[in-house]
Structures are given as structure tokens and as C-alpha cells.
């Protein structure tokens, strides 16, 4: 059993205990008990405040190689599609490990724990299968074990290059020759210790409705969960609209993929119907701000899809940035500066959206809380820093969540297992590996 003393912990409904131990056995949290005021021996030290390990629901690895380089070309998200395509025709499933495994190293340095891979680059340039039809997948699989944190890999089917359309080149790597390949394909992956297996419908545009029936049944008899961008763009609206006569939202609640396992992601450009359909159906709507605001997406209504009943979790998408409380305080702020209304979300639901919805969302239903039971994933938070020094401990969490920043992060444990101490990766020197993964795939 290890302990770990929290000097300050959040708890969750506005408690945060002071010393407080959590012992721990395997990858879960026995018990937690209100102790000493300083570590006791034998114990690991977790100081300033303690929070469940972060979830970043939604994520292209890959993406970050793309950092600082799009920046200059004027146009929309689809200008920026095209850039994302060309980095997308190099990747191997050797530089996918690696790219991944810094990726993901970052994040753990940032605090999160799990990390949802919405993973579509299923095959070798030009569309051709490699030896293993999961050799990218596995790639990916391996790089999060390695850098120590949680994956679930939603695995994407892609079958078209927008509805009615044919792939192109580049799409040809995304996609399988029809979905019963998708299905042989995703029945070959397992899940594991620190490893979840879940399904994407990559979008109304890459996958038809009845299609999409297909991968919404397979998702429910595995009770995995089920993940799918949704109306990030107007463009895929008006598309859908003209194909179908129903927004992307309708077409997935009547394709049977609306469900308490369903993630919305995005869910930018919704009618005041699809709000009530995705509460109604009591889905997940993982917002990714820093990568909307980035791509020029728009913003969601996220206050309307909570009153509605829907839960928000959050994603870094593109890893144009991995910040996760920026993430979180950019739900609201956001919606400020939409609406002119000030807290319409707390700092507390916020850290839930990061933590425990996030969690749920990726199919980890016993974690994003710190409590008896639940997995033992912790992120110690310095508070002594020049971002959060002076704040009393009844303000930490808004202080947190406003102001925070992924450089406060200084421990992140993962099923019991340090992964990051004092501010620095266990067993990756995280600089070093993103700049030689990327540099491996520059054109
Ligand atoms: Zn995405």
C-alpha cells in the first residue's frame, strides 16, 4: 500500500480537506482519512492543492507537429484541413510512436491522466493496409503506456470524403473499405489495464446513416463509448441539411447513436432542437476551445446544452495548445463575451468537466474523483507560485481554474504510479522528444 499525504485536496461540492492521506492499493484509492498537518513517514508528499487526475477527452496527437506552423496561411478551417492533410501523408507508425509518446508526455505534464485518441489514421499512404490493420492504433496504444498516462483509443470509422463523395488521396489513409471492416478491424483491439477501446464516428460526413447504425450498435453491445464530431462548422450543417433534411444531431439520434455513452464533440453550430436532443439523450458535449477559437470554428452554447441535461467535458483537439485549465476557464469566458452574462459556469463545474465528466465520457466510469474505490489518478497543483500565491484556500479551485496554468502542475500520479515529480516527466525528457518527433516529420 502507499499513502500519499495531500496537503490540501479538492474533494469536490466545495470541500477541500487539508492533510489529507490517501492510501492506496494496486491502481485504486482505498480509503481517504483526514490526517496530519505535515507527511507522515513512509508517506508521498503531495503539496499544494490536490485535484483528480484531468481528462483530455479529445485528441489528434499527431497535430501537435503542426504547432506554430499554421498560423500565417489566411483562410478557414478547411485552408487549415489542408495543412493538417500534408503533415498527415508523412506519419509512419514509427514516427506515430513518437510524435504520440512526446504528445502525450506534454499532457502528462500538464496533468492529465487520460486521454481520449480520436484516432482515423488507420492505413500506409495511398490506402493500403499494413501487416497489422491496427499497426497506427497499436502505435498509439503504445506511446500513452509509455509516457504513463490512461487512453481511451476511439477508434474512427471513415468512409467517405464528405457525404456522397468520394475519398481523396490523402482520406484514403482514414479510411476502411466499408464499415463491416471497420467492425473486423475494431473487434481485433483490446482493452487493457490502462488501455480502453471506444468507437468515432468521424462525422456525418465520413460516415452515412445507416453506417453509422452499424458502429452505434457495435459501441453498444461492447458498452463502449461512442464519440463523434458534431457540427463544428456551418458547412457540415448546410451539407447534412441538403443530404438528409435533418441537422447532424438528428441524423445520429435517429442512426441509435444518442445515448449516456454518446460524446458530441464540439457541438458548436446547434439549433435550439439538437440542445434539447443531446440533454434529452443525457450525452457528453466535449468542448476543445482553444482549437475552436484556433480554427475559427465559432462558439458553442455550452450553458444551453447544461440546462438542457447534456454534461460538458473538454479537449485539447488539435494540441495547438495543451492547457487544460484554459480549456476549462474558456467554456465561460467565452460565453461572455457571447452573450455579455458574467458566471454562467463556476470554477468547481469546470474542474468536473476536466475530471470526472471527462472520465465517464472516455469510459472510466470509476475515476475523476478522489475517493474510496476510485482509481487512484492525482495532480498535485502549486500554490505557491506567482499565479496562485496569496489565494485563500476557499478561493483555490476559481483561482485555479481562471488562472492556473499547466507550468503549476507539479506531480501527477497514474493508478498509484508517479508519472511526473516536482515538474518533470519520470522517464521522459518530454523537450527532447517532441523536438526530435517532430523535426522527423517536417516536409
Ligand atoms: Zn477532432
Partial sequence: MTVFWCERAWLGAGRIEHGLLVEVTGDRIDKVVVGP?????????????VIPGLAN??????????????????????TWREQMYELAQVLDPDSMLALARATFAEMALAGVTVVGEFHYLHFASGGT??????????AVVRAAEEAGVRLTLLDA????????????????????????????????LDDGPMVRIGAAIHSVRAVDPDEAEVV????????????????????????CLAAYGATPTRVLERA??????????????????DVGVLGGSGAFCCLCPTTERDLADGIG??????????????????????????????????????????????????????????????????????????????????????????????DLVDALVFAGAAADVSDVVVGGQIVVRDGRHVRIDVARELESAIKGVRS
Fill in 37 to 49: 498537518s505535515v507527511p507522515p513517514p513512509g508517506s508521498e508528499a503531495l503539496r499544494g492543492l
Fill in 57 to 78: 477527452v479529445h485528441s489528434h496527437c499527431f497535430q501537435r507537429a503542426l504547432r506554430g506552423r499554421t498560423q500565417r496561411a489566411r483562410g478557414s478551417f478547411w
Fill in 129 to 138: 493496409g499494413y501487416s497489422d490493420p491496427n499497426a497506427m492504433g497499436a
Fill in 157 to 188: 470509422c471513415y468512409l467517405h470524403g464528405g457525404i456522397g463523395a468520394e475519398v481523396s488521396l490523402v482520406q484514403r489513409r482514414f479510411r476502411d473499405r466499408c464499415v463491416d471492416a471497420w467492425l473486423a478491424r475494431v473487434d481485433r
Fill in 216 to 239: 452505434a450498435s457495435w459501441a453498444k453491445s461492447r458498452g463502449a463509448a461512442l464519440h463523434a464530431h458534431v457540427s463544428e462548422q456551418p458547412a457540415e450543417n448546410e451539407a
Fill in 256 to 273: 441509435g447513436a444518442l445515448s449516456r455513452r454518446f460524446t458530441a464533440v464540439h457541438s458548436t453550430h446547434l439549433s435550439e432542437a
Fill in 301 to 394: 452554447p455550452a450553458s444551453r446544452l447544461r440546462r438542457a441535461g447534456a454534461r460538458l467535458t473538454l479537449g485539447s483537439d488539435s494540441n495547438a495548445i495543451i492547457e487544460p485549465f484554459e480549456e476549462a476557464r474558456a467554456v465561460e469566458l467565452d460565453e461572455r463575451l457571447a452573450t455579455g452574462v458574467r458566471a454562467l459556469h463556476g470554477g468547481e463545474d469546470l474542474l468536473s468537466a476536466a475530471t470526472v465528466n471527462g472520465y465517464e465520457s472516455l469510459g472510466w466510469r470509476a475515476g475523476g474523483v478522489i475517493r474510496g474505490g476510485m482509481l487512484a489518478d492525482l495532480v498535485a497543483v502549486r500554490v505557491d507560485g506567482v499565479r496562485l500565491a496569496g489565494t485563500p484556500a476557499g
